[in-house]
């Protein structure tokens, strides 16, 4: 139980152009979703809170109209990254929290912006 | 706020030989701890995880127990296998807020 599927896997977009990531609650439903960046070697940082129906809290830091987090659905969140650069090539990966099953995550993005 | 501290990699093994990972943390309040294995280009796996202090966590061999008197939760494996290469992290789970705070995560290599 409490699966998160997020799509796509893999993603090579152009500079400038916007690419969105999917992350569904597939067997239960998510409330508050998180978003986190992974840089090349690096940990995991949180980027933003996605809560449904209401507007994601943001990280210190992290550009909320870059990122564009939508939750419009208990078992649907979305980042957008806008305006994409190369500097925003990184591993993306969202996360859910289950009072039965505790945190889980999806298997993560990987965007490469050329 | 909340943080993990984890041992510095990268970790070159032997197979067949006893792994350790340290971890220690700072939280305020009682978090739930956990270990989580990255395999190359692939997202996040639970590994195994501890909810109250002196709770054992294992899986696949692998064991950590979370000790509250010196906040740490270490990571040990009593026999590695070239299988077990992958970046281990280490994680608390905000109970009330339910984001996690990961620590840089340790790189391990093991050769036959």
């Known amino acids: 139980g409490a699966v998160v599927s997020q799509h796509p896997s893999r993603v090579i977009c152009k500079s400038g152009t916007s690419v969105k990531i999917e992350c569904r609650s597939l067997?239960?439903?998510?409330?508050?979703m998180f978003w986190y960046r992974q840089f090349p070697k690096q940990s995991l940082m949180l980027m933003a809170t996605?809560?449904?129906?209401?507007?994601?809290?943001?990280e210190q830091g992290v550009e909320k109209d870059k990122f564009l987090i939508n939750h419009a659905s208990l078992t649907l969140s979305t980042l957008t990254v806008t305006s994409a650069h190369p500097e925003d090539s990184s591993f993306y990966i969202c996360?859910?929290?289950?009072?039965?099953?505790?945190?889980?995550f999806g298997s993560g993005t990987r965007l490469t912006v050329v | 706020g909340d943080s993990v501290t984890q041992m510095e990699g990268p970790v070159t093994l032997s197979e067949e030989a006893f792994l350790t990972i340290n971890c220690t943390y700072t939280?305020?309040?009682?978090?739930?701890l956990f270990w989580y294995v990255q395999y190359p280009g692939e997202g996040l796996q639970l590994l195994l995880k501890a909810t109250k202090a002196d709770d054992k966590g294992s899986n696949k061999g692998f064991e950590a127990t979370y000790r509250k008197e010196t906040t740490s939760f270490h990571l040990e494996k009593g026999s590695v296998q070239v299988s077990d290469s992958a970046v281990y992290f280490c994680?608390?789970?905000?109970?009330?807020?339910?984001?996690?705070?990961f620590g840089d995560g340790t790189t391990l290599t093991v050769k036959p």
């Open positions: 067997d239960f439903q998510a409330t508050t």
């Open positions: 996360s859910a929290r289950t009072e039965s099953y505790g945190y889980t």
């Open positions: 994680a608390l789970g905000d109970t009330n807020a339910g984001k996690s705070t």
């Open positions: 939280a305020t309040g009682y978090p739930s």
């Open positions: 996605s809560n449904e129906g209401s507007k994601a809290t943001y």
